[in-house]
Protein backbone atom coordinates (compact mmCIF):
# COMPACT_ATOMS: atom_id res chain seq x y z
CA UNK A 1 0.00 0.00 0.00
CA UNK A 2 1.12 3.82 -0.79
CA UNK A 3 0.55 6.38 1.99
CA UNK A 4 0.73 10.00 1.27
CA UNK A 5 1.21 12.33 4.10
CA UNK A 6 -1.07 15.46 3.96
CA UNK A 7 0.46 19.16 3.72
CA UNK A 8 0.95 19.31 7.63
CA UNK A 9 2.81 16.14 7.52
CA UNK A 10 -0.24 14.86 10.71
CA UNK A 11 -2.42 12.32 8.43
CA UNK A 12 -1.75 9.77 5.74
CA UNK A 13 -3.49 8.87 3.04
CA UNK A 14 -4.97 5.71 2.66
CA UNK A 15 -5.27 4.25 -0.89
CA UNK A 16 -7.25 0.73 0.24
CA UNK A 17 -10.42 2.14 -1.70
CA UNK A 18 -11.77 5.10 -3.51
CA UNK A 19 -13.05 7.23 -0.71
CA UNK A 20 -8.67 7.90 -0.43
CA UNK A 21 -9.26 8.79 3.54
CA UNK A 22 -6.81 11.43 5.08
CA UNK A 23 -6.22 9.50 8.48
CA UNK A 24 -5.14 11.32 11.56
CA UNK A 25 -2.51 9.60 13.68
CA UNK A 26 -4.16 6.71 15.99
CA UNK A 27 -7.64 6.80 13.60
CA UNK A 28 -8.99 4.61 11.31
CA UNK A 29 -10.48 5.73 8.18
CA UNK A 30 -14.38 6.47 7.51
CA UNK A 31 -14.36 2.20 6.81
CA UNK A 32 -13.28 0.87 10.09
CA UNK A 33 -10.67 -1.13 8.80
CA UNK A 34 -7.29 0.86 7.78
CA UNK A 35 -5.51 3.09 10.58
CA UNK A 36 -2.77 5.24 10.99
CA UNK A 37 -0.36 3.97 13.35
CA UNK A 38 3.03 4.95 13.97
CA UNK A 39 2.90 7.21 10.45
CA UNK A 40 2.00 3.52 8.98
CA UNK A 41 -1.13 2.85 7.12
CA UNK A 42 -2.09 -0.52 8.42
CA UNK A 43 -4.75 -2.96 8.10
CA UNK A 44 -6.24 -3.32 11.83
CA UNK A 45 -7.89 -6.68 12.06
CA UNK A 46 -5.65 -9.41 12.49
CA UNK A 47 -5.18 -12.35 9.23
CA UNK A 48 -7.31 -15.26 10.26
CA UNK A 49 -5.88 -18.75 9.12
CA UNK A 50 -8.18 -21.54 10.00
CA UNK A 51 -6.70 -24.67 11.58
CA UNK A 52 -8.47 -28.03 10.92
CA UNK A 53 -6.78 -29.80 14.00
CA UNK A 54 -9.12 -27.57 15.75
CA UNK A 55 -12.01 -29.80 16.93
CA UNK A 56 -15.39 -27.93 17.61
CA UNK A 57 -15.84 -26.62 20.85
CA UNK A 58 -11.77 -27.45 21.38
CA UNK A 59 -9.18 -24.40 22.33
CA UNK A 60 -9.55 -20.91 19.92
CA UNK A 61 -5.79 -19.80 19.52
CA UNK A 62 -6.25 -16.01 19.34
CA UNK A 63 -3.02 -15.55 17.75
CA UNK A 64 -0.26 -17.98 15.76
CA UNK A 65 2.50 -15.72 15.74
CA UNK A 66 2.19 -15.22 20.15
CA UNK A 67 2.21 -19.19 20.38
CA UNK A 68 3.96 -20.57 17.03
CA UNK A 69 7.00 -22.04 17.95
CA UNK A 70 8.68 -21.67 14.70
CA UNK A 71 8.55 -25.99 13.96
CA UNK A 72 7.77 -26.50 10.60
CA UNK A 73 3.47 -27.63 10.63
CA UNK A 74 1.51 -29.69 8.32
CA UNK A 75 0.40 -27.18 5.75
CA UNK A 76 -2.97 -29.57 5.01
CA UNK A 77 -4.07 -28.82 8.47
CA UNK A 78 -3.86 -24.63 7.59
CA UNK A 79 -6.18 -22.99 5.74
CA UNK A 80 -5.12 -19.09 5.17
CA UNK A 81 -8.23 -16.52 4.59
CA UNK A 82 -8.78 -13.15 3.51
CA UNK A 83 -10.06 -11.71 6.79
CA UNK A 84 -7.60 -8.94 8.03
CA UNK A 85 -5.72 -10.11 4.83
CA UNK A 86 -6.57 -6.40 2.67
CA UNK A 87 -7.36 -5.49 -0.54
CA UNK A 88 -5.44 -5.37 -4.46
CA UNK A 89 -6.96 -1.77 -4.62
CA UNK A 90 -6.16 0.23 -6.55
CA UNK A 91 -5.93 -3.88 -8.72
CA UNK A 92 -2.60 -3.46 -10.23
CA UNK A 93 -0.60 -5.17 -7.95
CA UNK A 94 -0.52 -8.58 -6.81
CA UNK A 95 -3.13 -9.78 -3.64
CA UNK A 96 -2.02 -9.06 -0.43
CA UNK A 97 -1.11 -13.08 0.06
CA UNK A 98 -0.45 -15.30 -2.32
CA UNK A 99 0.56 -18.64 -0.42
CA UNK A 100 2.04 -21.73 -1.33
CA UNK A 101 1.41 -24.83 0.35
CA UNK A 102 1.48 -28.66 0.28
CA UNK A 103 -1.12 -30.56 0.70
CA UNK A 104 -1.11 -34.41 0.22
CA UNK A 105 1.75 -34.31 -1.68
CA UNK A 106 0.78 -31.63 -3.77
CA UNK A 107 1.59 -27.97 -4.16
CA UNK A 108 -1.17 -25.69 -3.94
CA UNK A 109 -1.31 -21.84 -4.27
CA UNK A 110 -3.56 -19.61 -2.57
CA UNK A 111 -4.48 -15.94 -3.42
CA UNK A 112 -6.76 -14.06 -0.73
CA UNK A 113 -7.63 -10.61 -0.93
CA UNK A 114 -10.76 -8.65 0.76
CA UNK A 115 -12.81 -7.55 -2.18
CA UNK A 116 -14.50 -4.59 -2.80
CA UNK A 117 -18.67 -5.30 -4.01
CA UNK A 118 -20.23 -3.05 -5.45
CA UNK A 119 -22.05 -5.47 -7.39
CA UNK A 120 -23.46 -7.99 -4.62
CA UNK A 121 -26.52 -8.58 -2.18
CA UNK A 122 -27.97 -11.24 0.13
CA UNK A 123 -30.66 -13.78 -0.89
CA UNK A 124 -32.65 -14.23 2.25
CA UNK A 125 -34.54 -17.21 3.79
CA UNK A 126 -37.18 -16.79 6.46
CA UNK A 127 -38.74 -19.77 7.56
CA UNK A 128 -42.47 -18.85 8.51
CA UNK A 129 -45.95 -19.85 7.56
CA UNK A 130 -46.58 -16.05 8.04
CA UNK A 131 -47.35 -13.76 4.56
CA UNK A 132 -45.06 -11.25 4.61
CA UNK A 133 -45.36 -9.42 1.48
CA UNK A 134 -46.67 -9.83 -1.56
CA UNK A 135 -44.06 -11.21 -4.05
CA UNK A 136 -42.47 -7.68 -5.60
CA UNK A 137 -42.99 -5.89 -2.57
CA UNK A 138 -40.34 -3.47 -1.63
CA UNK A 139 -38.81 -4.28 1.34
CA UNK A 140 -37.10 -0.95 3.61
CA UNK A 141 -34.65 -0.38 5.88
CA UNK A 142 -34.94 2.93 8.13
CA UNK A 143 -37.31 4.14 5.52
CA UNK A 144 -34.60 3.16 2.57
CA UNK A 145 -35.82 0.68 -0.61
CA UNK A 146 -32.90 -2.18 0.11
CA UNK A 147 -34.32 -5.07 -2.19
CA UNK A 148 -37.84 -6.60 -2.98
CA UNK A 149 -39.61 -9.91 -1.86
CA UNK A 150 -39.20 -12.67 -4.58
CA UNK A 151 -40.88 -16.03 -5.16
CA UNK A 152 -41.78 -17.72 -1.58
CA UNK A 153 -40.31 -21.42 -1.53
CA UNK A 154 -41.71 -24.58 0.63
CA UNK A 155 -42.64 -23.36 4.07
CA UNK A 156 -40.11 -20.01 3.75
CA UNK A 157 -40.57 -16.59 2.40
CA UNK A 158 -37.39 -14.99 0.19
CA UNK A 159 -36.07 -11.60 0.35
CA UNK A 160 -33.91 -10.27 -2.43
CA UNK A 161 -31.84 -7.30 -1.03
CA UNK A 162 -28.96 -4.90 -2.13
CA UNK A 163 -27.61 -5.25 -5.83
CA UNK A 164 -25.84 -2.37 -7.49
CA UNK A 165 -28.79 -0.50 -7.83
CA UNK A 166 -29.80 0.45 -4.53
CA UNK A 167 -26.28 0.50 -3.60
CA UNK A 168 -25.47 3.42 -6.05
CA UNK A 169 -28.42 3.85 -8.47
CA UNK A 170 -30.18 5.63 -5.56
CA UNK A 171 -29.74 8.61 -3.14
CA UNK A 172 -26.85 8.80 -0.88
CA UNK A 173 -29.26 7.47 2.03
CA UNK A 174 -30.06 4.64 0.13
CA UNK A 175 -26.86 3.39 -0.31
CA UNK A 176 -25.54 4.08 2.79
CA UNK A 177 -28.25 2.42 4.86
CA UNK A 178 -28.60 -0.77 2.02
CA UNK A 179 -24.98 -1.17 2.19
CA UNK A 180 -25.25 -0.75 6.07
CA UNK A 181 -28.40 -3.56 6.13
CA UNK A 182 -26.34 -5.75 3.80
CA UNK A 183 -22.74 -5.36 6.16
CA UNK A 184 -24.93 -6.33 9.60
CA UNK A 185 -26.83 -9.32 8.01
CA UNK A 186 -23.84 -10.49 6.41
CA UNK A 187 -22.09 -10.23 10.14
CA UNK A 188 -24.58 -12.23 11.49
CA UNK A 189 -26.14 -9.12 13.21
CA UNK A 190 -30.35 -8.36 13.76
CA UNK A 191 -31.86 -6.23 11.26
CA UNK A 192 -35.39 -5.02 11.18
CA UNK A 193 -36.95 -4.55 7.68
CA UNK A 194 -40.23 -3.23 6.81
CA UNK A 195 -42.00 -4.62 3.31
CA UNK A 196 -44.69 -2.37 1.72
CA UNK A 197 -48.35 -3.75 2.18
CA UNK A 198 -47.17 -6.40 4.54
CA UNK A 199 -45.11 -7.11 7.57
CA UNK A 200 -42.06 -6.03 9.68
CA UNK A 201 -39.80 -8.55 10.41
CA UNK A 202 -36.50 -8.32 12.21
CA UNK A 203 -33.53 -10.96 10.27
CA UNK A 204 -30.99 -12.71 12.00
CA UNK A 205 -28.52 -15.44 9.97
CA UNK A 206 -29.01 -18.01 11.95
CA UNK A 207 -31.99 -17.17 14.71
CA UNK A 208 -35.18 -17.45 14.36
CA UNK A 209 -37.24 -14.37 12.74
CA UNK A 210 -39.49 -12.13 14.89
CA UNK A 211 -42.76 -11.35 12.58
CA UNK A 212 -44.78 -7.97 13.50
CA UNK A 213 -42.97 -8.46 17.09
CA UNK A 214 -44.06 -12.19 17.70
CA UNK A 215 -41.29 -14.59 17.52
CA UNK A 216 -41.33 -17.63 15.32
CA UNK A 217 -41.12 -21.17 16.20
CA UNK A 218 -41.96 -23.07 13.46
CA UNK A 219 -42.08 -23.99 9.50
CA UNK A 220 -44.58 -26.19 8.06
CA UNK A 221 -44.42 -29.54 8.10
CA UNK A 222 -45.78 -29.31 4.06
CA UNK A 223 -48.65 -27.78 2.43
CA UNK A 224 -52.37 -28.81 3.71
CA UNK A 225 -52.05 -31.48 0.68
CA UNK A 226 -49.16 -33.10 1.96
CA UNK A 227 -49.86 -32.81 5.52
CA UNK A 228 -53.38 -35.07 4.99
CA UNK A 229 -50.60 -37.80 3.27
CA UNK A 230 -47.97 -37.97 5.81
CA UNK A 231 -51.00 -38.07 8.44
CA UNK A 232 -54.50 -39.36 7.24
CA UNK A 233 -53.61 -42.83 9.01
CA UNK A 234 -53.19 -41.19 12.17
CA UNK A 235 -56.55 -39.61 12.19
CA UNK A 236 -58.49 -42.52 10.67
CA UNK A 237 -60.99 -44.00 12.86
CA UNK A 238 -60.83 -41.43 15.46
CA UNK A 239 -62.56 -38.43 13.37
CA UNK A 240 -64.87 -38.35 10.62
CA UNK A 241 -63.48 -35.17 8.47
CA UNK A 242 -60.12 -33.14 8.81
CA UNK A 243 -59.39 -30.38 6.73
CA UNK A 244 -55.51 -28.81 7.22
CA UNK A 245 -56.21 -25.01 6.58
CA UNK A 246 -52.99 -24.02 4.20
CA UNK A 247 -52.50 -20.81 2.40
CA UNK A 248 -51.21 -22.61 -0.59
CA UNK A 249 -52.75 -26.17 -0.73
CA UNK A 250 -55.39 -26.86 1.72
CA UNK A 251 -56.32 -30.30 2.03
CA UNK A 252 -59.21 -32.52 3.32
CA UNK A 253 -59.09 -36.10 3.99
CA UNK A 254 -62.18 -37.43 2.72
CA UNK A 255 -61.56 -36.57 -0.39
CA UNK A 256 -57.72 -37.15 -0.65
CA UNK A 257 -56.21 -39.71 -2.19
CA UNK A 258 -55.11 -40.79 0.90
CA UNK A 259 -58.35 -40.91 2.41
CA UNK A 260 -60.21 -42.93 -0.52
CA UNK A 261 -57.06 -45.56 0.14
CA UNK A 262 -58.17 -46.42 3.44
CA UNK A 263 -61.50 -46.06 3.03
CA UNK A 264 -62.58 -43.09 4.37
CA UNK A 265 -66.49 -42.02 3.76
CA UNK A 266 -67.70 -39.09 2.27
CA UNK A 267 -68.75 -36.27 4.72
CA UNK A 268 -70.49 -33.76 2.21
CA UNK A 269 -67.96 -30.98 3.18
CA UNK A 270 -67.78 -27.62 0.98
CA UNK A 271 -64.99 -25.67 0.86
CA UNK A 272 -64.92 -22.24 -0.13
CA UNK A 273 -62.03 -22.27 -2.30
CA UNK A 274 -60.44 -23.50 -6.14
CA UNK A 275 -60.61 -26.84 -6.03
CA UNK A 276 -57.17 -28.66 -7.83
CA UNK A 277 -56.94 -31.77 -7.95
CA UNK A 278 -59.55 -34.33 -4.96
CA UNK A 279 -58.75 -32.94 -1.65
CA UNK A 280 -56.86 -29.94 -2.69
CA UNK A 281 -57.75 -26.35 -2.61
CA UNK A 282 -56.61 -23.47 -4.00
CA UNK A 283 -57.15 -20.01 -2.50
CA UNK A 284 -59.22 -20.64 0.23
CA UNK A 285 -58.56 -16.62 1.99
CA UNK A 286 -56.10 -14.29 1.23
CA UNK A 287 -52.41 -14.50 2.41
CA UNK A 288 -51.59 -13.51 5.97
CA UNK A 289 -50.59 -14.18 9.56
CA UNK A 290 -53.45 -16.36 10.40
CA UNK A 291 -54.29 -20.19 10.40
CA UNK A 292 -51.79 -21.89 7.78
CA UNK A 293 -50.32 -18.15 6.46
CA UNK A 294 -54.30 -17.14 5.47
CA UNK A 295 -55.91 -14.05 7.00
CA UNK A 296 -58.04 -15.58 8.51
CA UNK A 297 -58.70 -16.48 12.43
CA UNK A 298 -61.76 -18.35 12.31
CA UNK A 299 -61.23 -21.40 9.95
CA UNK A 300 -65.21 -21.88 9.64
CA UNK A 301 -65.17 -18.84 7.29
CA UNK A 302 -63.29 -21.34 4.52
CA UNK A 303 -66.52 -23.97 4.52
CA UNK A 304 -69.69 -24.09 2.90
CA UNK A 305 -73.12 -25.60 3.71
CA UNK A 306 -72.81 -28.80 4.43
CA UNK A 307 -74.80 -31.58 1.95
CA UNK A 308 -76.70 -34.26 3.45
CA UNK A 309 -76.89 -36.11 0.23
CA UNK A 310 -73.43 -36.53 0.24
CA UNK A 311 -72.77 -37.52 4.11
CA UNK A 312 -73.57 -35.15 6.27
CA UNK A 313 -75.00 -35.94 9.23
CA UNK A 314 -75.69 -34.37 12.71
CA UNK A 315 -72.65 -35.53 15.16
CA UNK A 316 -70.18 -36.01 12.29
CA UNK A 317 -67.00 -34.84 13.89
CA UNK A 318 -64.40 -32.38 12.16
CA UNK A 319 -60.56 -31.75 12.98
CA UNK A 320 -59.33 -28.63 11.63
CA UNK A 321 -55.63 -27.94 11.29
CA UNK A 322 -52.48 -25.61 10.43
CA UNK A 323 -49.82 -26.65 8.58
CA UNK A 324 -47.46 -26.49 11.69
CA UNK A 325 -50.19 -27.63 14.32
CA UNK A 326 -50.25 -24.16 15.88
CA UNK A 327 -53.59 -24.04 15.39
CA UNK A 328 -56.24 -26.63 15.99
CA UNK A 329 -60.34 -26.37 16.74
CA UNK A 330 -62.90 -29.90 17.32
CA UNK A 331 -66.30 -29.37 15.99
CA UNK A 332 -69.41 -31.56 15.95
CA UNK A 333 -72.36 -31.17 13.59
CA UNK A 334 -76.11 -30.46 14.79
CA UNK A 335 -79.21 -31.02 14.09
CA UNK A 336 -79.02 -28.36 11.28
CA UNK A 337 -75.36 -29.32 9.80
CA UNK A 338 -73.93 -26.07 11.67
CA UNK A 339 -70.50 -27.07 13.08
CA UNK A 340 -70.37 -26.73 17.13
CA UNK A 341 -67.04 -25.95 18.85
CA UNK A 342 -65.79 -28.54 21.48
CA UNK A 343 -62.87 -29.36 23.04
CA UNK A 344 -60.63 -31.91 21.28
CA UNK A 345 -60.67 -35.13 22.57
CA UNK A 346 -57.50 -37.03 24.38
CA UNK A 347 -57.43 -38.94 21.04
CA UNK A 348 -56.90 -36.82 18.58
CA UNK A 349 -53.96 -34.38 20.93
CA UNK A 350 -51.02 -36.81 19.89
CA UNK A 351 -51.92 -35.97 15.82
CA UNK A 352 -51.85 -32.72 16.80
CA UNK A 353 -48.31 -32.93 18.42
CA UNK A 354 -47.27 -34.90 15.58
CA UNK A 355 -47.84 -32.23 13.26
CA UNK A 356 -45.75 -29.82 15.20
CA UNK A 357 -42.54 -32.40 16.04
CA UNK A 358 -42.26 -32.96 12.55
CA UNK A 359 -41.99 -29.02 11.85
CA UNK A 360 -37.96 -27.72 11.83
CA UNK A 361 -36.99 -24.75 13.74
CA UNK A 362 -37.84 -21.28 12.37
CA UNK A 363 -34.88 -19.97 10.90
CA UNK A 364 -33.29 -17.10 8.48
CA UNK A 365 -30.70 -18.13 5.95
CA UNK A 366 -28.31 -15.14 4.49
CA UNK A 367 -26.97 -16.13 1.81
CA UNK A 368 -23.77 -13.58 0.31
CA UNK A 369 -23.91 -13.06 -3.17
CA UNK A 370 -21.12 -11.10 -4.85
CA UNK A 371 -19.77 -10.74 -8.20
CA UNK A 372 -15.68 -10.88 -8.99
CA UNK A 373 -14.92 -8.25 -11.42
CA UNK A 374 -11.71 -7.97 -13.66
CA UNK A 375 -9.90 -5.64 -11.05
CA UNK A 376 -10.12 -8.55 -8.23
CA UNK A 377 -9.26 -11.11 -10.71
CA UNK A 378 -5.97 -9.33 -11.86
CA UNK A 379 -4.53 -9.36 -8.44
CA UNK A 380 -4.63 -13.36 -8.64
CA UNK A 381 -3.11 -12.98 -12.22
CA UNK A 382 -2.06 -10.85 -14.95
CA UNK A 383 -4.81 -12.10 -17.63
CA UNK A 384 -7.89 -11.90 -15.75
CA UNK A 385 -9.97 -13.72 -18.18
CA UNK A 386 -7.71 -16.63 -17.37
CA UNK A 387 -8.88 -16.96 -14.20
CA UNK A 388 -12.59 -16.75 -14.73
CA UNK A 389 -12.25 -20.28 -17.05
CA UNK A 390 -10.55 -21.85 -14.63
CA UNK A 391 -13.21 -21.13 -11.94
CA UNK A 392 -15.52 -22.16 -14.70
CA UNK A 393 -13.71 -25.44 -15.20
CA UNK A 394 -13.51 -25.87 -11.39
CA UNK A 395 -10.22 -25.92 -11.36
CA UNK A 396 -9.76 -22.97 -9.29
CA UNK A 397 -11.93 -23.60 -6.30
CA UNK A 398 -12.99 -20.32 -4.42
CA UNK A 399 -13.76 -19.86 -0.84
CA UNK A 400 -15.03 -17.08 1.01
CA UNK A 401 -14.04 -16.10 4.10
CA UNK A 402 -12.86 -20.44 4.39
CA UNK A 403 -16.40 -20.76 3.58
CA UNK A 404 -17.00 -23.05 0.59
CA UNK A 405 -18.80 -20.95 -1.99
CA UNK A 406 -21.39 -21.59 -4.79
CA UNK A 407 -19.88 -20.81 -8.04
CA UNK A 408 -22.96 -19.35 -10.53
CA UNK A 409 -22.50 -20.82 -14.01
CA UNK A 410 -22.60 -18.61 -17.05
CA UNK A 411 -20.33 -15.66 -17.39
CA UNK A 412 -18.03 -14.17 -14.90
CA UNK A 413 -17.48 -15.08 -11.32
CA UNK A 414 -20.31 -14.52 -9.08
CA UNK A 415 -20.37 -16.79 -6.09
CA UNK A 416 -22.85 -17.82 -3.28
CA UNK A 417 -22.06 -18.29 0.47
CA UNK A 418 -23.74 -19.24 3.49
CA UNK A 419 -22.58 -16.43 6.09
CA UNK A 420 -23.08 -18.47 8.93
CA UNK A 421 -19.92 -20.92 7.74
CA UNK A 422 -18.11 -17.66 7.88
CA UNK A 423 -15.61 -16.10 10.70
CA UNK A 424 -18.05 -13.26 12.80
CA UNK A 425 -17.24 -9.98 11.32
CA UNK A 426 -15.84 -11.24 8.44
CA UNK A 427 -17.26 -8.56 6.51
CA UNK A 428 -16.76 -4.57 6.12
CA UNK A 429 -17.73 -1.98 4.33
CA UNK A 430 -16.37 1.27 2.28
CA UNK A 431 -18.36 4.44 1.77
CA UNK A 432 -18.32 4.56 -1.58
CA UNK A 433 -20.58 2.42 -0.63
CA UNK A 434 -19.66 -1.08 -1.09
CA UNK A 435 -19.00 -3.96 0.54
CA UNK A 436 -15.71 -5.60 1.21
CA UNK A 437 -15.67 -9.66 1.69
CA UNK A 438 -13.06 -11.72 1.93
CA UNK A 439 -12.25 -14.14 -1.12
CA UNK A 440 -9.87 -17.16 -1.68
CA UNK A 441 -8.42 -18.76 -4.71
CA UNK A 442 -7.14 -22.10 -4.37
CA UNK A 443 -5.51 -24.11 -7.19
CA UNK A 444 -2.40 -25.99 -8.22
CA UNK A 445 0.74 -24.22 -8.52
CA UNK A 446 1.22 -25.83 -12.09
CA UNK A 447 -2.17 -24.50 -13.01
CA UNK A 448 -1.23 -21.21 -11.30
CA UNK A 449 1.47 -20.61 -14.10
CA UNK A 450 -0.51 -21.67 -16.91
CA UNK A 451 -3.19 -18.36 -15.36
CA UNK A 452 -0.17 -16.74 -15.59
CA UNK A 453 -0.17 -15.52 -11.95
CA UNK A 454 1.82 -13.52 -9.64
CA UNK A 455 4.35 -16.53 -8.96
CA UNK A 456 7.20 -14.24 -7.69
CA UNK A 457 4.78 -12.89 -5.28
CA UNK A 458 3.79 -16.21 -3.94
CA UNK A 459 5.60 -17.06 -0.06
CA UNK A 460 5.56 -20.57 1.76
CA UNK A 461 3.01 -20.43 4.64
CA UNK A 462 5.75 -21.09 7.42
CA UNK A 463 7.11 -17.40 6.27
CA UNK A 464 3.69 -16.15 5.87
CA UNK A 465 3.29 -17.28 9.86
CA UNK A 466 6.74 -16.16 10.39
CA UNK A 467 7.16 -12.29 8.50
CA UNK A 468 3.28 -11.56 8.72
CA UNK A 469 1.80 -9.24 5.59
CA UNK A 470 2.55 -5.74 4.19
CA UNK A 471 0.44 -4.42 7.12
CA UNK A 472 1.40 -6.47 10.32
CA UNK A 473 2.15 -9.70 12.08
CA UNK A 474 -0.61 -10.55 14.08
CA UNK A 475 -2.68 -13.88 13.14
CA UNK A 476 -5.90 -15.02 14.24
CA UNK A 477 -6.55 -18.83 14.41
CA UNK A 478 -10.25 -20.85 14.60
CA UNK A 479 -11.62 -23.49 14.22
CA UNK A 480 -13.03 -24.95 10.48
CA UNK A 481 -15.30 -22.42 9.39
CA UNK A 482 -17.92 -25.43 9.47
CA UNK A 483 -17.82 -25.70 12.92
CA UNK A 484 -17.91 -22.66 13.68
CA UNK A 485 -21.67 -21.07 15.00
CA UNK A 486 -24.72 -23.93 15.24
CA UNK A 487 -28.32 -21.86 14.56
CA UNK A 488 -30.46 -21.73 17.10
CA UNK A 489 -33.00 -24.45 18.03
CA UNK A 490 -35.36 -23.97 19.87
Known sequence: MSVTADAKGEKLRCDACPV???????????????ANDGERIIRCDPLTIFDNRIASGGPIKPFVKSQWDGSLIDDGDMQVTAVGSGTTYPDYKPAPFIVSRAVDGVDFITVVSEAIFSYCGVKIKIDTDRHLGREGAIVRCEGEAVGLVITS???SQM???????????????????????????CNKLPVELVIDGGSKVVVQAGKAPIVDDKKEHRMRVGCGSATIGMFASQWHGLVDEVV??????????????????LGWPDTGIKI??????PGRYFQVADPGLGWGGTNIEDPLLILGPWNAKKGARPGLTLLMVSTTGEQYAYYILDDDLVPRAHPVPQSLRPSVQLIAENCEPSLCTVLFVGGAGGSLRSGVTKNPVRLTQSVQS?????????????????GGITIMVDVMRTPDNSFGYVPTPAIVAPIEFTVTQEEYQTLGGHVAAARPL??????????????RTIANPSTLTAPEQD
Open 20 to 34: MCYVAPGRTGACDRY
Open 153 to 155: EYG
Open 159 to 185: LSLGGVDHLTGGSKSEGRITCKALMDL
Open 244 to 261: VVDDHITGVVSEHQAGKV
Open 272 to 277: RGRRST
Open 394 to 410: LTTSITCGGAPAYVWPG
Open 462 to 475: HNILMDGGEYGADF
